[in-house]
């Protein structure tokens, strides 16, 4: 969607094993509020449902949540991430130790 030349909202999905249409919109700071994530969103999603996928919404802040709703969307489950790192290299204390970093 544009405001003259320039985009305020976007959605589209990429395709997931199986057939999932992971949903993904975007609207701009300014622009928020005024219901253009719900219509970009629709479109999206119906063009998902018109290539035999099915649309999945992995919607965490609450904003995305009321769109998800707003679409016919139903919670129903939760996700968690973990981020794993590797530890970063150890450096020898004043006392000449090993020092840990967790």
């Known amino acids: 969607m544009r405001s003259g030349s320039h985009v305020v909202a976007a959605a589209g999905y990429r395709r997931w094993p199986g057939q999932a249409a992971h949903m993904c919109v975007l609207?701009?700071?300014?622009?928020?509020?005024?219901?253009l994530a719900r219509i970009v969103g629709g479109a999206a999603v119906a063009d998902a449902l018109a290539n035999d996928l099915l649309p999945q919404w992995r919607a965490r802040p609450e904003p995305s949540r009321r769109v998800a709703r707003a679409l016919g969307f139903h919670?129903?489950?939760t996700q968690l991430s973990v981020r794993?790192?590797?530890p970063s290299a150890r450096r020898p204390t004043r006392s000449g130790g090993a020092a840990c970093d967790f």
Do not use: K, Q
């Not at 609207?27 to 219901?35: C, E």
């Open 75 to 77: 919670e129903l489950g």
């Open 27 to 35: 609207t701009a700071p300014p622009h928020r509020g005024r219901g």
């Open 84 to 86: 794993i790192t590797e």
